[in-house]
């Protein structure tokens, strides 16, 4: 027989990650097929923007613009959610632009991919020392396999598509969770709680009448082809929701 049930484990449910939830992530970038591969022109734009070919190849094109973009599969390393696989499409350069001509969804990922490498190499944002601005500097074939703490967001389902883990933030070596989180823990979101009612006033006992007396006293007064690192193994639920061109 071709296949035998017994050999495989029984099926898992994969539920959501709550909102807010702060979890530590490893990052696989996938490399297009033919079909997605960043076309020509774009290409050649990509080139005076300083990226070279290795660069390039990383790039997915999307499907309904001409935005190019860095398709990244997510898994989460230690705590209760080890294991759990989540998506976005990172993207880089074309959509929709600002008055000055540059990518509104594109600086809006290099700040991301900056927080990335904050988190993951442990700089701190505020920290411009020749050492620190080298340490930002990477190419897209540095980000497969990087690993660091994120902020979880639990988007709803909207429309066809259900809900959906996306990242919320990436926290960064300045964030009081950072420590816990890169060291595997899963921190859980905050438990808001309704504010208390006001205290009600106590009455207040009466004030002892004075005698009477003959006169009255006065009154008072909050991948394709590359290797996968050792966490990217095992059964993980298929994506769901539309492929965004916007990476939050």
């Not at 959610?81 to 600002?98: A, M, P, Q």
Request: glycine share 8%; net charge negative; charged share 20%.
């Amino acid at each position: 027989m071709p296949f035998n049930g017994n050999d495989a484990e029984p099926q898992k449910d994969f539920e959501l990650m709550p909102d807010g939830a702060m979890v530590r992530v490893g990052m696989e970038i996938r490399i297009p097929d033919s079909g997605k591969q960043v076309p020509g022109q774009m290409a050649n734009h990509l080139q005076t923007m300083g990226l070279d070919n290795d660069d390039i190849q990383w790039l997915t094109q999307s499907q309904s613009s001409d935005a190019v973009m860095l398709s990244c599969e997510l898994t989460v390393i230690g705590g209760q959610y080890s294991g759990r696989k989540f998506w976005e499409n990172i993207v880089f350069e074309g959509g929709k632009r600002d008055d000055n001509g540059n990518s509104i969804a594109g600086n809006i990922s290099k700040q991301k991919l900056r927080a990335m490498l904050e988190a993951a190499r442990g700089i701190q944002p505020s920290d411009m020392s020749p050492a620190a601005c080298q340490a930002r500097n990477a190419s897209f074939r540095d980000f497969h396999g990087l690993e660091f703490p994120v902020k979880i967001k639990l988007e709803p389902a909207k429309g066809n598509y259900g809900a959906k883990n996306v990242i919320k933030s990436i926290l960064t070596p300045d964030k009081k969770e950072y420590q816990a989180v890169m060291s595997g823990q899963a921190v859980q979101p905050e438990t808001k709680t309704a504010p208390s009612a006001p205290a009600q006033p106590q009455p207040q006992p009466a004030a002892p009448q004075p005698m009477a007396a003959a006169a009255a006293a006065p009154e008072p007064p909050a991948n394709n082809g590359v290797p996968a690192p050792p966490w990217a193994s095992g059964p993980a639920p298929a994506p769901t929701g539309p492929d965004s061109d916007i990476p939050f």
